[in-house]
C-alpha cells in the first residue's frame, strides 16, 4: 500500500523543504494536515496544493507550547478521524561562535527548536500512530549531531538531543508497526544552486526534491523494516 489517503502531519510546512514534501504527498494521494507560525503563508500553500476541503487542514500552531501542539492534534483527529505520518520539518541554527562565547540562551533556544518540538509532536501524535498499528515518523537531523564542527555547539546540542529522542521512540514503537527515523543533511538548497553550478561548498548540499523522496521511501511499507536510522543525504563523510 502507498500513501493513498493516508493522514500525513507536516510541521513546518511553509518552509522550503516543508513545501516540496506537501507537494509531492498531495501528488502521491495523502490527506495532509499543515503546521506552521503564519496563517496567511499555510492559506497560500494550501491554494497552491489546490486540495478538496476534505483532504488538506492548515493549522497555526507553535510547537514549543505543549497545550498548543495537543490542540492541533486534536484538530486533526476531529478532521481526518486519524493521524498515521509525522513529519518533522523545522529548522534553524544558531552559531558561528567558540564554546567559550556561547551563551546558555543561545544553546537553550536551540534545545527549544530542535529537542522540545520534536517532544511536544512526539507525545501528542505517537499515541495514535501507535494505535492505528501503523506509523511512519520522520526528521530531518545534520551529520553535525555526531560530528560537531567548532564553533556550532548550539546547533550540534540541539540536532544531538532531538536524535536521542527520536532513537528512543524508534525502539518504543516498533512493536506496534511505526518506525522513527532520521535523515540527515548538511544545506537544504531551496535554490537549487549545486544543480545549476557545483562547487566544492556545494556539492554536499541537498535538495528539497531528493530529501522528498527519501521521506516518501520512509513512508511506504516497502521501508517497514527501517527503523531507527540515522540516513545521510549528503554524499560524502
Not at 174 to 199: C, F, K, S, Y
Amino acid at each position: 500500500m502507498g500513501i493513498e489517503n493516508r493522514v500525513a502531519v507536516i510541521t513546518g510546512a511553509t518552509g522550503g523543504l516543508g513545501r516540496v514534501v506537501a507537494r509531492r504527498f498531495a501528488e502521491h494521494g495523502a490527506r495532509l494536515a499543515l503546521f506552521g507560525t503564519n496563517a496567511g503563508r499555510l492559506a497560500q500553500l494550501a491554494g497552491e496544493l489546490s486540495l478538496p476541503e476534505e483532504r488538506r487542514l492548515t493549522h497555526v500552531v507553535n510547537l514549543q507550547e505543549r497545550e498548543a501542539v495537543q490542540a492541533a492534534a486534536a484538530a486533526v483527529l476531529a478532521k481526518f478521524g486519524r493521524a498515521e505520518i509525522l513529519l518533522h520539518l523545522v529548522g534553524g541554527w544558531i552559531g558561528g561562535k567558540p564554546v567559550a562565547d556561547v551563551s546558555a540562551d543561545e544553546v537553550s533556544e536551540m534545545l527549544d527548536q530542535h529537542l522540545w518540538t520534536t517532544f511536544n509532536v512526539a507525545q501528542a501524535f505517537l499515541p495514535h500512530l501507535r494505535a492505528n498499528g501503523w506509523g511512519r515518523l520522520v526528521a530531518i537531523s545534520s551529520p553535525h549531531a555526531s560530528r560537531p564542527p567548532a564553533n556550532a555547539a548550539p546547533y550540534a546540542i540541539g540536532k544531538a538531543a532531538q536524535e536521542a529522542l527520536i532513537s528512543t521512540l524508534a525502539q518504543e514503537a516498533q512493536d506496534r508497526g511505526v518506525t522513527a527515523n532520521l535523515l540527515l543533511v548538511r544545506t537544504i538548497d531551496v535554490q537549487r544552486d549545486r544543480d545549476r553550478e557545483r562547487t566544492p561548498k556545494n556539492a554536499s548540499w541537498t535538495t528539497p526534491e531528493e530529501i522528498a523522496a527519501a521521506i516518501l521511501y520512509l513512508c511506504s511499507d516497502e521501508a517497514r523494516a527501517v527503523n531507527g536510522a540515522r540516513i545521510p543525504l549528503y554524499g560524502g563523510p
